[in-house]
């Protein structure tokens, strides 16, 4: 019970890692508050959380939604111990395509806006909107999702390289000015993790991902739940402003 009776926030928290770690941080003893853009799935979730959980859809995009989200929190629970920065999209596509000497395609302006808006503009969003309660209360933890294509880049990936680079540098940022409140901030970058969205994958780029994972298999959301979950604990007391790889040294074998 290395999280009880923590009120932990959990943004894109009812699928994939968001749903793993929702469901790891009950079984901790948390009390678990998640937000979503889909209600479908948030309330598919909602049943497995136990009755101090909550569930709201929010686009962490929207600043006036994370505010409400986060006020509302307040006044249910009265306070925010921990706050999961999990929510985030891809849209993928080489920034130009040169084919028979000539542009064939490039990455379009809607793709890179929409991506930076989710993952870079959202973990501002919510992070700024919890900072003020975790400082009245005297402290509290920020977990930031990067990747590890924030770290090395990848082919056809330069929005989504350039937001989880950006998270870590937000990471690095906010733990030299908020350690002083006890608050701590980091962050950490799975590699490749078979969420929902990746076992849809064709099987032929499911083994070039296992192939390029020097320790075997591809990652289950679980594993990044593990390590959310230790850096939310008083275990992780003294592990401030780093990112930590989850992503069985597939950097190694690339």
Avoid at 168 to 185: F, N, P, S
Wanted: glycine fraction near 10%.
């Amino acid at each position: 019970m290395r999280l009880k009776d923590k009120v932990c926030l959990i943004t894109g928290g009812a699928a994939g890692i968001g749903k793993a770690t929702a469901l790891k941080f009950m079984q901790e003893g948390a009390k678990v508050v998640i937000c979503d853009v889909s209600q479908e799935a948030g309330d598919a979730l909602m049943p497995l959380l136990g009755p101090d959980a909550s569930f709201s859809v929010v686009n962490v995009v929207d600043r006036d939604a994370v505010q409400h989200w986060i006020d509302e929190t307040l006044q249910k629970y009265g306070r925010i111990d921990v706050l999961v920065n999990n929510a985030g999209i891809t849209r993928d596509s080489l920034l130009v395509k040169y084919k028979d000497g000539q542009v064939a395609s490039q990455m379009s302006q809607d793709a890179w806006d929409l991506v930076i808006d989710v993952n870079l503009k959202g973990v501002f969003n919510c992070t700024q909107a919890v900072v003020p309660a975790m400082i009245t209360q005297g402290g509290g933890v920020i977990i930031n999702a990067s990747s590890v294509v924030g770290l090395y880049g990848n082919f056809g990936q330069t929005n989504y390289a350039a937001t989880k680079a950006g998270v870590i540098g937000m990471t690095k940022v906010w733990a030299r000015e908020l350690g002083r409140y006890k608050i701590r901030v980091n962050a950490v970058a799975p590699g490749f993790i078979l969420t929902e969205m990746v076992k849809k994958m064709p099987e032929k780029v499911l083994a070039n991902m296992q192939e390029h994972t020097p320790i075997g298999r591809l990652g289950e959301p679980e594993d990044v739940a593990n390590t959310f979950l230790w850096l939310a604990s008083d275990e992780a007391s003294f592990v401030h402003g780093t990112t930590i790889s989850v992503d069985g040294g597939i950097v190694l074998g690339t």
